[in-house]
């Protein structure tokens, strides 16, 4: 089955520390993103990917960073400097085509000790 | 930015009667995309309308678009409790999407 898998599910920060999350995609899609989700409100871009080695920021990329060295892959650096991380992270693909739909995850809800 | 807003935002009603939620933005778009999502889960596109379309359905779904008042309604007939869940609406402007802040539809049995 094709898909989207986002790990670990749930993910525990420490003051002043770095945390990754994990975005994999086998849906053969040029496009990833990254969202945050805080409680009732909307999906809010941190970042985005339409091809392999390159990306950009979104509405709120600060205190984050990604990389893109496989187009399979795109993973979500939480740093330090994210002075409020605690939120639902969700990834998402799609092909690089106006009006496309996007495919997620099922997210990682990351909380401070 | 957030352009899209939900209205209400949250919504309960029964079991077989119909769900309506509307959305409005701000900008031009160029097509404009419903999601469902359940609780702590991703989001799952139901339906895509271009600016060009003023109706469209899938299945108990139906949603129009307004370009010249910048709103777009979503009604799901005959609700299901499986039908519980968040709805958002998403703006589709250069390659990115902007959402809203989402209706809560809970469906009581």
């Known amino acids: 089955d094709g898909g989207i898998t986002q790990s670990p599910k749930y993910l525990f920060r420490k003051e002043g520390q770095n945390v990754t999350l994990s975005c994999e995609q086998n849906l053969n899609h040029d496009a990833m993103y990254w969202y945050r989700q805080d409680p009732g409100q909307g999906l809010r871009l941190i970042y985005y990917s339409q091809i392999v080695n390159d990306f950009q920021k979104g509405d709120i990329a600060e205190g984050y960073s990604v990389s893109r060295e496989k187009k399979e892959s795109f993973p979500l650096t939480v740093t330090s400097a994210q002075k409020n991380p605690t939120a639902f992270y969700l990834c998402?693909?799609?092909?690089?085509?106006?009006?496309?739909?996007?495919?997620f995850g099922d997210g990682t809800r990351l909380s401070i000790l | 930015s957030q352009q899209g807003e939900e209205d209400p935002q949250a919504l309960s009603i029964q079991e077989g009667e119909n769900a309506t939620m509307n959305c409005s933005y701000k900008t031009s778009i160029n097509n404009l995309q419903w999601y469902r999502q359940n609780s702590g889960r991703g989001l799952v596109h139901l339906i895509l309308?271009?600016?060009?379309?003023r109706e469209k359905h899938s299945g108990r779904l139906r949603v129009t678009l307004d370009t010249s008042k910048k709103s777009s309604s979503l009604l799901i007939t005959a609700s299901r409790a499986a039908d519980t869940a968040s709805y958002f609406c998403?703006?589709?402007?250069?390659?990115?999407?902007?959402f809203g802040a989402g209706t809560t539809v809970t469906v009581r049995a």
């Open positions: 998402a693909s799609s092909i690089v085509v106006q009006g496309q739909p996007q495919h």
């Open positions: 998403a703006t589709d402007n250069d390659y990115k999407l902007s």
């Open positions: 309308i271009r600016s060009n379309e």
